[in-house]
């Protein structure tokens, strides 16, 4: 959640949030294949503004958004199986719709899961049943389904 505290009462009609993430899975760790979903023209996340392979990426939101990827096919669209690589994921998002403000006691939610599951098939699925939006997997490099 993300909350105005504000107590001068100003608003806010801008709201960033940068998630992240280096994937380092064992037993090929710094040598990963990653899939990005939900990030084309038809996705479903209406407040996502960027996302690359580079988990590297300043956390800061205020940052440079396009700091690089990793490969090229993941760079604001979807990708599978990236990689081998020393990659992750990287997403912007934009909480507040044009017009949109953010007034003192006001909040966004979202949400954000991790997890792990034997598998590509069983990862989606759990993907699938939270809804998941936006998503990123790593898989070890022996093993990209």
């Known amino acids: 959640t993300i909350k105005n505290t504000d107590d001068g009462g100003r608003s806010f009609s801008r709201v960033l949030y940068r998630r992240a993430m280096d994937w380092d899975i064992y037993p090929t760790p710094f040598r990963e294949y990653v899939t990005?979903?939900?990030t084309g023209p038809?996705?479903?996340?209406?407040?996502l503004i960027h996302s690359s392979d580079n988990g590297f990426c300043n956390s800061r939101v205020l940052s440079t958004p396009d700091c690089g990827y990793r490969d090229a096919a993941c760079d604001d669209q979807?990708?599978?199986?990236?990689?081998?690589?020393?990659h992750g994921?990287?997403?912007d998002f934009s909480f507040l719709a044009a017009g949109e403000v953010l007034r003192p006691g006001?909040?966004?939610t979202f949400e954000?899961?991790?997890?792990?599951?034997?598998?590509?098939?069983?990862?989606m699925t759990?993907?699938?049943?939270?809804?998941?939006?936006?998503?990123?997997?790593?898989?070890?490099?022996?093993?990209?389904?």
């Not at 954000?112 to 990862?123: C, L, N, S």
């Open 78 to 86: 979807d990708c599978t199986d990236a990689g081998p690589s020393d």
């Open 106 to 108: 006001q909040s966004k």
């Open 36 to 38: 990005i979903g939900g």
């Open 126 to 145: 759990a993907l699938g049943n939270i809804a998941a939006e936006v998503y990123s997997l790593g898989q070890q490099a022996d093993d990209p389904d």
């Open 42 to 47: 038809a996705r479903a996340s209406n407040v």
């Open 112 to 123: 954000i899961f991790y997890g792990v599951a034997p598998g590509e098939h069983r990862a």
């Open 89 to 91: 994921a990287q997403f």
